[in-house]
């Protein structure tokens, strides 16, 4: 009897250590890269456009926060930082005295992260950035100690995603690098999102 690779006209298939992925980003980033084909070439197609990009991450961080303070469910954590409570809930929401300096310092995090995001390569620890992220994110460092929700961070990653495709097509790029561009981006944020939901046990 022949083999399900030889019948479907194949090599054998690749062992994969599934523990393994539940427990080593790096060895997570290795497969799931491998698996949606980002290649070196997709990885250069993201970094290319840094000094397009850059300077339009202000206005994108920007952009995210308004998004973050139009929904109470996402507008909770980030002011969670500015209260000495263990939690802001409901009406105190709108109560919270919000600290400029925190409100800056978080905006020039979530920058600062973006353009690392853009223009780090494999060889970089890439991996181990967006690992470090999404550990950041689960347990987040703030007075009130919370956690933000996968819900929320899925959510922001899309939005995240959608911009960035954005700011490509407002670029006006050849049609080929456009294409490149758009592709290769997609691919990297369902990789950052799969990283980052290995911290939610998923």
């Known amino acids: 009897m022949e083999s399900v690779a030889a019948n479907l006209g194949g090599e054998d298939p690749r062992l994969i250590d599934e523990d393994r992925l539940e427990s080593d980003s790096g060895y997570r980033y290795d497969y799931v890269t491998d698996f949606m084909d980002f290649s070196e070439a997709d990885m250069v197609a993201v970094s290319s456009l840094k000094s397009a990009l850059a300077p339009q991450i202000p206005d994108i961080v920007d952009r995210v926060f308004d998004k973050l303070f139009s929904y109470d469910a996402t507008m909770r954590h980030v002011l969670s930082a500015h209260s000495p409570q263990s939690s802001v809930e409901g009406d105190s929401l709108m109560d919270l005295e919000v600290d400029p300096d925190v409100l800056d310092y978080q905006k020039s995090e979530l920058g600062k992260s973006l353009r690392t995001l853009i223009t780090s390569s494999r060889e970089e620890g890439l991996a181990t950035f967006i690992d470090k992220v999404g550990n950041y994110c689960t347990q987040l460092v703030s007075k009130s100690g919370s956690t933000v ?24 790029l050849d049609r080929e690098r456009e294409i490149n561009s758009v592709r290769a981006l997609g691919k990297f944020f369902w990789i950052q999102n799969n990283l980052l939901s290995r911290h939610y046990g998923y």
Request: glycine share 4%.
């Open 149 to 172: 929700p996968h819900v929320q961070m899925d959510a922001l990653l899309g939005l995240l995603a959608d911009v960035f495709k954005s700011a490509i097509f407002e670029l006006k």
